[in-house]
Nanobody, 118 residues
């Protein structure tokens, strides 16, 4: 059974940092690209960062470039999103996503709330 479990969300002051984790199980982690999305009420889900199954391939939304870093640990089957210099507009529910175009499979986590406020 496939599981993507996010953790690490919470309340942080502007300028602060958080690290989100996404623990994966039930599928071959290295065959999937890992992505982080975020969503605020009334808006579409937004792609924040992605890390391909090939080491070193990453992309970021313009709004988070230079502040967020996505990484993955193949030994722990876990993806991370290190968030720094957080702004109130980063407030959202953050979702972990695993996708394999070759296998035609896509999985989602349940989401974790990040709130940036003083």
């Amino acid at each position: 059974q496939v599981h993507l479990v996010e953790s690490g969300g919470g309340l942080v002051q502007p300028g602060g940092s958080l690290r989100l984790s996404c623990a994966a199980s039930g599928f071959t982690f290295n065959e999937f690209a890992m992505r982080w999305y975020r969503q605020v009420p009334g808006r579409e889900r937004e792609l924040v960062a992605a890390a391909g199954s090939i080491a070193g391939s990453t992309i970021y939304a313009d709004s988070v470039k230079g502040r967020f870093t996505i990484s993955r640990d193949k030994d722990k089957n876990t993806a991370y999103l290190q968030m720094s210099s957080l702004k109130p507009e980063d407030t959202a529910v953050y979702f972990c996503n695993a996708i394999s175009v070759r296998l035609k499979r896509e999985y989602w986590g349940q989401g974790t709330q990040v709130t940036v406020s003083s």
